[in-house]
C-alpha cells in the first residue's frame, strides 16, 4: 500500500493550494481518508477526515471555512483544498487512510493503517 501526496508549496498568506492524495494497493472506497499536518516542533494533528461511504466530513476548528477535504474514489484521490492560508498553515501536511476509522464530529484519531510520506506547505507573511 502507497499513499503519495502531493501539491504542496510556497505560497503567499491568503492564497490557496490543492493538496491530492493517490493511493495504489488500497482502494478509497468504503473508507475513511484523514488529512494531518505537523509543523516544526509541534506535535501532528488532525485536519480533516472524510468518509467515502457516505460523505461525512470532519474539520479542525483551525481551518474550517478556509479548507475542503473531497474524495474521488473511482480515480483512489483523495484531495485538501486550502484557501485563504496563513503562516500559522506551515506544515508538512500527511494524509491517512484506513477501513476502519469512522469520522466523529468531535476530533480526529491518529489510528490510520497507512500513511503517506507527506508533503511541505509554506506560507509566507
Known amino acids: 500500500v502507497q499513499l503519495v501526496e502531493s501539491g504542496g508549496g510556497l505560497v503567499q498568506a491568503g492564497g490557496s493550494l490543492r493538496l491530492s492524495c493517490v493511493a495504489s494497493?488500497?482502494?478509497?472506497?468504503?473508507?475513511?481518508i484523514g488529512w494531518f499536518r505537523q509543523a516544526p516542533g509541534k506535535e501532528r494533528e488532525g485536519v480533516s477526515c472524510i468518509s467515502s461511504s457516505d460523505g461525512s466530513t470532519y474539520y479542525a476548528d483551525s481551518v474550517k471555512g478556509r479548507f475542503t477535504i473531497s474524495v474521488d474514489s473511482a480515480k483512489n484521490t483523495a484531495y485538501l483544498q486550502m484557501s485563504s492560508l496563513r503562516p500559522e498553515d506551515t506544515a508538512v501536511y500527511y494524509c491517512a487512510a484506513d477501513k476502519i476509522v469512522k469520522v466523529h464530529k468531535y476530533g480526529m484519531t491518529f489510528d490510520y493503517d497507512y500513511w503517506g510520506q507527506g508533503t511541505q506547505v509554506t506560507v509566507s507573511s
Open positions: 494497493g488500497f482502494t478509497f472506497e468504503d473508507a475513511t
